[in-house]
C-alpha cells in the first residue's frame, strides 16, 4: 500500500493539519494501518525549524525526498499538499513521476498559471504586514494569521491557544518565513501536468490566494478540481470532512476508470 505524505505551507508544520490526517485515513479506508500516512515538514518549519529555508523550492524538493528516504518510506507515493506545500509536491511529481502516484493540491498557486495579484491577494497584504510586526508575540500573530485563513470561527478560541503552543515549542524564525516566501513568489512549474492523476481542491472564500489560482491549474493540466463553498485558505482546519471525502471520491472515481476528469463542487461554489 502506497504511502500518504502531507505537506503543509508557509511557516506550518504537521501538528497545523490537526484532524485531517485522521479524517483522510477514516474516508480513505486506511484505519488500520498506521504508517498509511506521513506528516513531513519543510525546512525551517516544525521539527526541521534549526534549519535555514532554502530560497529554491527545488531544494525544498531535494529535502523532503531525502527525509521520506530516510524515515524507510518507500516509492510511489501520494501526496497530499497545501499552499507552499503544493509547489514542493508539484515540483517532486514533476521532475521524479516515478515516485508519485496521486496528487493532490489544496490552495496552491504557481507561475505561469497566475498573476501575483491572484497568488497573494492584495487585501491580504495589511494583515500580513501585522503577522510580520507581532511575530514574537504568538497569541496576537496567530489570531492574525487565523482571521485571514480560516473561515470557520467556532474553535477560533481552541485553534489560537493550539497554534501559539505550536510557535513556542518549535518556533519559525522570521528570517525562514521571509525565505519561504521568495521562495514562493519564484517558483515556476513546468507547463506540463504531472504524469500522475492530479486533484485541485479549492476555497471560493479563500482570503489569501485566489481561488481562480487551483481553477486555472486544473484547466491547463486538464485535471479534477473540487471547490468548496465558505471555507477559508485552511481548507483542512475549516472542513476536514469534506476535503476528506472529496479525495475519496475522486480516488472511487480514479478506480472506475472515468473517461472525464472528475469536476466536483459543494453547493454550487465556483472561481
Avoid at 501538528?15 to 485515513?25: A, N, T, V
Avoid at 525549524?49 to 531525502?66: G, I, T
Avoid at 528516504?69 to 516509492?75: I, V, W
Amino acid at each position: 500500500m502506497s504511502t500518504w505524505i502531507l505537506l503543509r505551507g508557509l511557516t506550518r508544520e504537521g501538528r497545523h493539519w490537526e484532524s485531517f490526517p485522521e479524517q483522510l485515513r477514516v474516508e480513505t479506508g486506511l484505519n488500520g494501518d498506521a504508517n498509511s500516512i506521513a506528516l513531513l515538514d519543510l525546512p525551517g518549519n516544525g521539527h526541521e525549524n534549526a534549519l535555514s529555508a532554502p530560497l529554491d523550492v527545488a531544494d525544498m524538493v531535494k529535502f523532503v525526498r531525502s527525509r521520506a528516504a530516510d524515515a524507510g518510506l518507500l516509492p510511489p507515493y501520494r501526496l497530499v499538499a497545501m499552499s507552499l506545500g503544493g509547489m514542493v509536491a508539484t515540483g517532486w511529481a514533476q521532475r521524479h513521476p516515478e515516485e508519485i502516484e496521486r496528487l493532490v493540491l489544496i490552495n496552491t498557486s504557481m507561475r505561469p498559471f497566475s498573476a501575483v495579484r491572484e497568488r497573494l491577494r492584495r487585501g491580504a497584504w495589511p494583515a500580513l504586514v501585522r503577522a510580520a510586526a507581532s511575530w514574537a508575540d504568538p497569541i496576537k500573530c496567530e489570531t492574525i494569521v487565523h482571521d485571514l485563513t480560516c473561515n470557520r470561527l467556532d474553535t477560533q478560541s481552541a485553534d489560537i491557544a493550539a497554534w501559539a503552543a505550536i510557535r513556542q515549542s518549535a518556533p519559525v524564525s522570521a528570517a525562514n518565513g521571509l525565505r519561504q516566501l521568495w521562495a514562493a513568489a519564484r517558483f515556476r512549474a513546468a507547463s506540463h501536468a504531472p504524469a500522475c492523476p492530479t486533484l485541485l481542491l479549492s476555497s471560493r472564500e479563500d482570503r489569501l490566494v485566489d481561488c481562480v489560482c487551483s481553477t486555472r491549474i486544473a484547466a491547463r493540466w486538464g485535471t479534477a478540481q473540487a471547490v468548496h463553498a465558505w471555507a477559508g485558505h485552511d481548507l483542512p482546519h475549516d472542513d476536514p470532512v469534506w476535503t476528506g471525502k472529496a479525495i475519496a471520491d475522486w480516488l472511487r472515481k480514479l478506480e472506475s476508470h472515468a473517461d472525464e476528469p472528475p469536476v466536483m463542487s459543494d453547493g454550487g461554489a465556483d472561481c
